[in-house]
């Protein structure tokens, strides 16, 4: 017994013998190369000497616990306690495990409930949708794109995966989906920035020669496609943050120059003029531009050549500028779509000068004290049924100071394309009236305006139209026994505004009543008729037959004061004569 036990000491001996000599063999190249750093005379730093020195102990470590068999089952007995320990608090805590992702947010360590709130706040303010064509990009919120997330459901998916997070993380696919309608709205709103417009063919001056541009092709956002891509792929979309846009190509109507190229030699071989005419100030604004900016202006189409709108438009829209110097006056403009269309005609006819309207745009007036809507209307030489029309739902018989009434355009009242070289002036404070041809007096002599309970309104109007023999009424020309009750017979009649709609005040001659006598026995001089202007019976002939349709007429009175340097001239001459 005890030879056999010295036998196994001995054995034991040697087994703790050939183990420190493996190690030793094991380490032996650090060792020695330690040692051959240490002891060659190279300089080694204190951080290059500990760097060994752990090298060696890890290294020692590892190697004694892998080749000791009972420190390797505690180590992994270890291992294994802090793993369940680790997974036992997730589980008790309701905690997602870590590393794990859903819609690009990292929820691991974070509660259910946690992640849901989590998820919800970077759908709203963080998490945006790139909206792609091309080299071109828009961005849109989720919300934008009808595209909505379960947040909550998301988060118990992503608690359901476990410990699948770890190590590589694990990302989960959250639980959205599309509101139809909310996403077709929002690319049908889009289609304003990613339409590109088919170019038809072109001209330009390269030097002294007009050459041809060939048209391209335009592309048109297809919303029903996108809308495809977005509702069968949205877990693509909110992974890549990135929806592609499905575009339609349009070809233009028009790409070949060469088959207009005489004709727009022929067209921009001069500069073209513009004038610009205020019917309300008599003012002639003009415009000249270069044969090389009336060239880009063209463009081909199937029928001929017209104007590009992307180019003609900023001219205009810098004119407008222009014309809106002063705060306190009306803004003024030139109407894009009227301008396009005279334009067109001057190209049709080969034109190089254009008349334009300058139109006036809606304004408001605010009410001071003593004001009437009756007396706002004259004052402003606004007829009061359009001023009515403007404030719907406004007693207009109740006005306070300073409430703010619609005063509409002045273009209503003048509805036709202006006469600019003719001007009627009537003076209601002197009755008389004065017309102008080229800035020169035509005519001048007295009328006969409207009686104080049928005034004629002050105003700018025009020449409407023209009548021989015009009728009209009035209950207080009834005789005693209601007969013939108020028609009346006027001659050369030329209509100028609406009192209400079809019920016109215009220029006449003599009116012939229904007792068969005229009305102020055929004189004229002082106002007394039912709102009309009147003038002697050969007078208005000769009115009737120079005044053309849209010729303007400028009434002026002590509650209108003069536009134009016309009426300014005539309310002069009246004040000296005085």
């Known amino acids: 017994m005890e030879g056999q036990a010295r036998r ?13 000599q493996r190690r030793a063999e094991s380490t032996a190249p650090f060792k020695e190369a330690l040692r051959g750093q240490l002891s060659g005379g190279a300089s080694v730093g204190r951080f290059g000497n500990w760097q060994a020195r752990i090298s060696l102990a890890v290294r020692d470590i590892l190697w004694y616990i892998t080749h000791t068999r009972a420190v390797m089952s505690g180590t992994i007995i270890v291992v294994a306690v802090v793993v369940a320990l680790f997974a036992i608090s997730h589980l008790v805590n309701g905690r997602i495990f870590p590393n794990v992702w859903a819609a690009g947010i990292n929820i691991g360590d974070m509660t259910v409930d946690q992640a849901a709130a989590a998820l919800t706040s970077a759908w709203d303010d963080t998490i945006r949708i790139q909206l792609v064509d091309g080299d071109r990009r828009w961005e849109a919120k989720p919300a934008d794109l009808g595209m909505q997330i379960d947040a909550l459901k998301t988060a118990e998916s992503a608690r359901s995966v476990g410990m699948s997070g770890i190590p590589m993380g694990f990302g989960v696919n959250p639980v959205v989906s599309v509101d139809f309608t909310t996403a077709q709205n929002y690319l049908l709103d889009m289609t304003a920035k990613t339409d590109l417009a088919p170019y038809n063919a072109g001209y330009e001056w390269q030097g002294d020669q007009l050459v041809g ?68 100030l008599d003012q002639t604004v003009t415009w000249t531009t270069t044969k090389e900016v009336f060239a880009s202006w063209l463009e081909a189409s199937a029928t001929g050549l017209t104007v590009r709108d992307e180019t003609y438009a900023p001219y205009f829209d810098a004119q407008n500028q222009s014309l809106n110097t002063d705060p306190k006056v009306t803004p003024r403009y030139l109407d894009l779509r009227e301008t396009r269309e005279k334009l067109n005609q001057a190209i049709d006819n080969n034109q190089s000068v254009v008349d334009l309207r300058i139109r006036y745009r809606d304004s408001q007036y605010t009410v001071i004290p003593g004001d009437r809507a009756y007396y706002i209307a004259r004052k402003t030489g606004i007829p009061y049924y359009l001023l009515a029309e403007a404030n719907p739902g406004r007693n207009m018989d109740i006005l306070s100071p300073g409430d703010v009434l619609n005063l509409p355009t002045k273009d209503k009242a003048v509805p036709l394309d202006p006469i600019s070289n003719k001007r009627i002036v009537v003076d209601l404070d002197n009755q008389t009236l004065m017309a102008f041809e080229n800035g020169q007096l035509k005519f001048d002599w007295l009328i006969s305006s409207g009686m104080d309970s049928y005034p004629t309104s002050p105003g700018i109007y025009q020449i409407l139209n023209h009548d021989p023999e015009a009728s009209g009424g009035s209950y207080t020309l009834c005789n005693d026994q209601g007969l013939d009750c108020g028609n009346w017979t006027m001659y050369w009649f030329m209509g100028m505004y609406e009192v209400v709609p079809g019920l016109m005040n215009g220029f006449h001659g003599a009116v012939l009543l229904p007792s068969g006598a005229y009305l102020g026995g055929g004189n004229v001089g002082n106002p007394y008729t039912f709102g009309c202007v009147m003038s002697q019976n050969d007078n208005a002939k000769a009115l009737y037959d120079w005044a053309d349709e849209g010729t303007v007429v400028e009434v002026i009175s002590s509650e209108y004061a003069p536009e134009s340097q016309l009426g300014q001239m005539v309310r002069n001459q009246a004040l000296q004569g005085a």
Request: aromatic share 4%; net charge negative; charged share 30%.
């Open 8 to 20: 196994n000491h001995s054995n034991r001996a040697r087994e703790r013998q050939m183990v420190r």
């Open 213 to 280: 541009v060939e048209g391209r092709s335009g592309w048109l956002l297809d919303v029903p496609s996108t809308m495809d891509t977005l509702t069968e792929k949205i877990l693509d979309v909110v992974g890549e943050r990135r929806l592609e846009l499905t575009m339609a190509e349009l070809a233009p109507e028009a790409p070949d120059p060469d088959q207009y190229l005489d004709e727009a030699q022929r067209i921009a071989s001069r500069p073209i003029t513009l004038n610009g005419y205020d019917p309300f």
